[in-house]
């Protein structure tokens, strides 16, 4: 957004210097990127009238035109694509120095003897309008110096504005900004139109097929007017906010929207078929062209302003190829209108085609500014265009939205802010700003919030606004104070710690991904179901269309990132929410943590050369699995005087993890999470050619007892005996089952489990394999027998051979 000084001050008295006015702006919210001076010294710059204009008989794009200066005729030699004979230009002869430094020097170009030079507003320091001369109205004096037409060296305020402060796009909307700042009155123009008797109403209609689209038009008819360059001082200001003049009537449209932030279109009255207006959604198979000659693809979805036979306009993007202002336009149909916001950001990112009007709709005008908008641009155009406007204005708004309400306690606002700031002065901040009072007490009051306001939603909007007034930079900034809260509990926050730590002390290294990823990602690794996803309505970009509802995808982008990157080995986690639909359709959030393994993370450093294989990868991601399990005190089953984790894992079918290298994660019963080995469709997407490990659970069961003080318990002094046991099961027999079974039937004594081979061969036939454990038997109380750890060994032994129908090799 672009501030002209002399512009603001048509609105606000404004006494400050540029400087200080900047950084009252920059402390109340609205950043001051800049500030720029337009123009300069135009000394020896005058006008001039191009009598004769000539092909240059050397150079095709150039032209050779004689220039009377006012007190002689000059020879000049140019190559502005719009110089023609009758217009009135600025001449710099020879001698002066340009505004951008450039200074004007007798030359032959091409051949031909130049005396002097017509400029470009750019050239100028006018604007940044390079596109061809500066046309000056017809009716001014030749000779007259620049100075007079051009006006004094205007300051220019460049702002970043928000997207929630649409408000800040005008000018009227910064002088409230600047009168409330100042404590000055605000000046709004109360526009009268001269009317003729004939009726709006008999000239043109408007129909609102799309109301939802399209709250509020409103149109009005103003004949004959005549299509002419605008007032000098009307092209400084456009083109000092940054907008190229064009004519009389489309400069005030654009006029009107700096002015208020309301865009406008106006149209060629005759040129509408049926002299109607319809607001509608497009047609299938229509197409149109715009006003930049392009050709657009339009659909369904998109809003149209349609004549009574086909689309005028993109509703709030741009006007279309067909219906514009010409120089032989007489009548105008001027429309003023709302749309939705959502529905004009949409359409424009669709085409691709932004626009000052898009922009303003798709963050929200005032809908109960609209017919000023209409009033003001038509009292300019009259004035500007020597017509008459129809009586009255066609206004079509079915709806009309009530005013939000807010309250406001002050003491909240104090106690949050940190200010000594009275109820009055709270009030009359908000009066200031445009708010109503709709009730007030000695402990809060009520705001109604005006229509331009849609940011102000509710009580710590309106504190905001309290503080921005008071000048940011005015807030105290106190040292922090921790208080201790007696009785408060922090179990939560101890545990979370603790387990950042376990997980650190493992040798993995914290990431942090944006909540918001791309369906396409999902999609691609094949987690979660499409139906529960919490989609974003208007998301920011394509990546971010989503919220995650697992870690997965982006642990395995990020580590495909670092491999492309030349990271030979990564072992990371992240800790936080993924969001989910529950079985209601509610949004819904759970607490995760995810592990990502790639390299050779789990070698020391003589074997890392050498190529990691899918068993070590597993080995690896299980093992943090159950170090994790252990150190953060899970669940456990107790045999034997000895406890052990309650988690149980079982294969499962995932598009994400290779077959047979899937596994779902229960504990005590419940699923909590899965581990897997990537596979090898989803690593092509990155390159990764090595195994890549991932680990994804529920954070509630793992810091539930993290807190924990473990028992001691007594150490055995009496010697174990090791039995090993080798048996032929089918393979559909797993490990967990085996193992099972085997605590299951076993005496207290047993304390110990070990897997040390797996065969399988055509000597044990189709299906079958060959398992073979160790058992390590321990007591308490005594020294083991072997008579005694044989019959604790046959017990065990007769429960795989009846529960399993176990085969075993041993004689």
Not at 194 to 222: I, M, Q
Not at 666 to 675: E, L
Request: glycine fraction near 8%; hydrophobic fraction near 45%.
């Amino acid at each position: 957004m672009k501030l002209p000084l002399s512009w603001l001050k048509d609105y606000v008295d404004v006494d400050l210097a540029p400087k200080e006015l900047a950084s009252l702006l920059t402390f109340s919210g609205t950043e001051v990127e800049g500030i720029r001076t337009i123009g300069g010294d135009f000394t020896g710059i005058v006008v001039g009238e191009i009598l004769t204009c000539e092909r240059h008989p050397n150079a095709d794009r150039l032209t050779v035109c004689q220039v009377n200066s006012g007190t002689e005729t000059l020879t000049v030699v140019c190559g502005a694509p719009n110089a023609a004979a009758g217009l009135k230009v600025p001449l710099a002869v020879i001698g002066v120095t340009l505004p951008n430094g450039l200074k004007i020097k007798k030359a032959k170009v091409r051949g031909v003897e130049s005396f002097g030079m017509m400029c470009a507003a750019d050239e100028l320091g006018l604007s940044e309008d390079h596109s061809g001369l500066m046309v000056l109205p017809a009716d001014t004096r030749v000779g007259t110096p620049f100075t007079e037409i051009a006006g004094p060296p205007e300051t220019v305020l460049e702002l970043e504005v928000t997207p929630n402060r649409p408000d800040c796009l005008s000018m009227i909307g910064m002088a409230r900004e600047v009168a409330t700042l100042l404590g000055k009155p605000l000046r709004i123009p109360a526009p009268v139109v001269k009317e003729e008797s004939r009726s709006v109403e008999s000239l043109a209609s408007v129909a609102l097929e799309d109301p939802a689209g399209c709250p509020r038009y409103t149109a009005r008819v103003l004949s004959g007017i005549t299509i002419a360059p605008s007032p000098s001082w009307m092209q400084r200001r456009l083109a000092a906010a940054g907008i190229r003049p064009i004519n009389n009537v489309v400069d005030v449209t654009n006029y009107v929207m700096l002015e208020c932030g309301q865009p406008l279109h106006a149209f060629d009255y005759e040129l509408l078929d049926g002299h109607r207006i319809v607001v509608r959604r497009a047609k299938p198979g229509e197409t149109m062209s715009t006003l930049d000659s392009a050709a657009r693809e339009i659909n369904p979805e998109m809003l149209m302003i349609a004549d009574g036979r086909r689309p005028v306009a993109v509703a709030g993007v741009m006007g279309g190829a067909g219906s514009e202002i010409r120089d032989v336009t007489k009548t105008v149909l001027l429309e003023s209108a709302y749309f939705k916001p959502s529905d004009i950001r949409k359409t424009s990112k669709k085409l691709g085609l932004s626009t000052d009007s898009s922009y303003r709709f798709e963050r929200g005008v005032d809908v109960e500014n609209i017919e000023w908008a209409s009033r003001r641009a038509a009292q300019l155009m009259v004035e500007m265009g020597g017509g008459v406007a129809a009586k009255g204005c066609i206004d079509v708004f079915p709806s009309k939205p009530a005013r939000g309400q807010v309250t406001l306690r002050f003491d909240r606002a104090r106690d949050l802010l940190g200010i000594a700031i009275t109820n009055d002065q709270v009030v009359s901040i908000f009066k200031a700003l445009g708010l109503g009072i709709v009730s007030r007490d000695a402990a809060c009051c009520v705001a109604e919030i005006p229509a331009y306001r849609v940011d102000l939603l509710q009580e710590a909007d309106l504190i905001e606004e309290i503080a921005r007034i008071h000048g940011l930079d005015k807030i105290p900034s106190p040292s922090p104070v921790a208080k201790i809260v007696p009785g408060a509990e922090d179990r939560a926050t101890r545990a979370l710690l603790a387990f950042r730590g376990n997980l650190v002390g493992l040798g993995l290294s914290e990431i942090m991904n944006y909540s918001f990823l791309s369906e396409k990602l999902l999609d691609l690794v094949g987690f979660g179901e499409a139906a529960k996803r919490v989609v974003l309505p208007n998301p920011i970009s394509a990546d971010h269309t989503v919220l995650r509802d697992s870690f997965i995808p982006q642990m395995i982008e990020t580590l495909g990132k670092n491999r492309a990157r030349q990271a030979r080995e990564a072992a990371l986690f992240e800790l936080g929410r993924v969001f989910c639909k529950d079985e209601a359709g509610r949004n819904a959030e759970v607490d995760r943590v995810c592990v990502g393994l790639m390299g050779p993370v789990g070698r020391p450093g003589m074997l890392k050369s050498q190529p990691v294989k899918d068993e070590e990868m597993f080995q690896w991601i299980k093992g943090i699995l159950e170090s994790l399990l252990a150190a953060q005190h899970v669940p456990s089953i107790v045999s034997g005087g000895l406890s052990r984790p309650d988690v149980t894992l079982s294969m499962m079918p995932s598009p994400c993890f290779e077959e047979g290298r899937a596994v779902r994660i229960r504990i005590a019963g419940a699923d909590c999470g899965v581990m897997g080995l990537v596979g090898d469709r989803v690593r092509a997407e990155w390159r990764l050619t090595d195994p890549v490990a991932v680990l994804e659970l529920d954070l509630a069961p793992l810091l539930a007892n993290a807190l924990r003080i473990p028992v001691s318990r007594a150490i055995g002094t009496f010697p174990c005996v090791d039995r090993d046991v080798a048996m032929v099961v089918e393979d559909g027999v797993s490990h967990e089952a085996i193992v099972a079974t085997m605590w299951k039937a076993a005496p207290p004594e047993l304390v110990d489990i070990r897997l040390f081979d797996i065969y399988r061969g055509e000597n044990l036939g189709k299906g079958r394999k060959s398992v073979a454990y160790s058992l390590t038997y321990r007591s308490m109380e005594k020294t083991l027998t072997d008579e005694v750890a044989n019959a604790f060994h046959d017990k065990v032994k007769a429960a795989l051979k009846t529960e399993l129908a176990a085969e075993f090799r041993e004689s």
